[in-house]
């Protein structure tokens, strides 16, 4: 299965004109109807609409056909309609004139003071009437699969790209593991070494004497005390662990921001806990390195459904 960001961006467009009858074009029934989709990201489903209010009833149809195919993101659905009527000056319908001869008639006589109507006005009433007389949610659906199949493939599109930047950020990520793990056992022979020569200048400071057996014990029991704390085997285990859960899921496709976000946690918590028990300046700074590359990996996964 693929990998799919949350970001994305796609449109349609279905002009009536092209499927309107003699009769609708005289009437100047076609016109445009567009369709955005727009995706970011966001920890859950979060669908929005900007509709028009001929298309307000076809919302719950847009949201199930949206909520079926997507799982996460916050994506606003804007469609907009463009009367064909907007471009040239429509024929007055006869009928429509009639009726509104007859309620100026009507209101003329309750309000004589009452303006007639103008040209302008009969022209604007006769536009609205035309808006009105095409039924756009027969249109929205099928075009609204239409821009969301496209939506889809733009957000696998980035997701290939995310995933392919994912997967250079874990093999940096195992490079610095894999200089940290010699690093442990080095310290632990140099401690050792300082704890030795420490005890033999004190022996010598008191009786000047060779270093007795029980104060030879005492400090390599300090030398392995000392190993135990700054030991991070443990933490590079993890560590690769995590990295390889994290791979596997990218590989493999399909919904898992979720879990990706869940492993990053555990990859900075593994990160931050070596670099507490660092005891050189190296390990340090692989810690620092880690913990850079794990923050710009957060970043990427947030975009991942």
Same mark, same amino acid.
């Given at each position: 299965?693929?990998?799919?960001?949350?970001?994305?961006?796609?449109?349609?467009?279905?002009?009536?004109?092209?499927?309107?009858?003699?009769?609708?074009?005289?009437?100047?029934?076609?016109?445009?109807?567009?369709?955005?989709?727009?995706?970011?990201?966001?920890?859950?489903?979060?669908?929005?609409?900007?509709?028009?209010?001929?298309?307000?009833?076809?919302?719950?149809?847009?949201?199930? !056909?949206?909520?079926?195919?997507?799982?996460?993101?916050?994506?606003?659905?804007?469609?907009?309609?463009?009367?064909?009527?907007?471009?040239?000056?429509?024929?007055?319908?006869?009928?429509?004139?009639?009726?509104?001869?007859?309620?100026?008639?009507?209101?003329?006589?309750?309000?004589?003071?009452?303006?007639?109507?103008?040209?302008?006005?009969?022209?604007?009433?006769?536009?609205?009437?035309?808006?009105?007389?095409?039924?756009?949610?027969?249109?929205?659906?099928?075009?609204?699969?239409?821009?969301?199949?496209?939506?889809?493939?733009?957000?696998?599109?980035?997701?290939?790209?995310?995933?392919?930047?994912?997967?250079?950020?874990?093999?940096?990520?195992?490079?610095?593991?894999?200089?940290?793990?010699?690093?442990?056992?080095?310290?632990?022979?140099?401690?050792?070494?300082?704890?030795?020569?420490?005890?033999?200048?004190?022996?010598?400071?008191?009786?000047?004497?060779?270093?007795?057996?029980?104060?030879?014990?005492?400090?390599?029991?300090?030398?392995?005390?000392?190993?135990?704390?700054?030991?991070?085997?443990?933490?590079?285990?993890?560590?690769?662990?995590?990295?390889?859960?994290?791979?596997?899921?990218?590989?493999?496709?399909?919904?898992?921001?979720?879990?990706?976000?869940?492993? !990053?946690?555990?990859?900075?918590?593994?990160?931050?806990?070596?670099?507490?028990?660092?005891?050189?300046?190296?390990?340090?700074?692989?810690?620092?390195?880690?913990?850079?590359?794990?923050?710009?990996?957060?970043?990427?996964?947030?975009?991942?459904?």
């Amino acid at each position: 299965m693929p990998v799919y960001s949350m970001t994305g961006y796609a449109s349609a467009q279905h002009n009536a004109g092209n499927f309107a009858s003699e009769a609708e074009s005289k009437r100047g029934l076609s016109g445009h109807l567009g369709l955005e989709i727009r995706s970011v990201n966001s920890r859950f489903l979060d669908l929005s609409f900007r509709l028009p209010e001929e298309l307000r009833p076809s919302e719950p149809a847009l949201r199930e !056909i949206i909520s079926k195919r997507v799982k996460r993101g916050k994506i606003e659905v804007r469609a907009f309609i463009e009367s064909g009527s907007q471009n040239s000056v429509p024929d007055p319908n006869p009928r429509l004139l009639q009726r509104l001869n007859a309620v100026q008639d009507t209101v003329k006589a309750w309000l004589p003071e009452a303006k007639p109507l103008s040209v302008a006005d009969v022209i604007r009433l006769s536009v609205n009437e035309i808006q009105s007389g095409r039924d756009w949610c027969q249109e929205i659906v099928p075009l609204a699969e239409q821009a969301l199949n496209q939506l889809l493939i733009a957000r696998q599109r980035e997701g290939e790209r995310l995933g392919a930047v994912m997967l250079s950020q874990i093999s940096q990520l195992r490079a610095l593991a894999v200089r940290a793990g010699p690093l442990v056992p080095q310290l632990v022979a140099q401690q050792r070494q300082r704890f030795m020569d420490r005890w033999k200048e004190a022996m010598e400071m008191t009786d000047a004497g060779n270093l007795p057996e029980m104060a030879q014990d005492r400090a390599l029991a300090e030398a392995t005390a000392f190993a135990i704390r700054i030991d991070v085997a443990e933490e590079i285990a993890r560590l690769a662990s995590h990295l390889d859960e994290i791979e596997r899921l990218i590989n493999k496709g399909g919904e898992m921001g979720k879990r990706l976000d869940f492993l !990053i946690q555990e990859l900075h918590r593994e990160a931050n806990t070596m670099g507490s028990k660092s005891a050189a300046l190296e390990l340090t700074h692989l810690s620092v390195d880690m913990k850079v590359l794990i923050e710009q990996l957060r970043e990427q996964v947030q975009n991942i459904e």
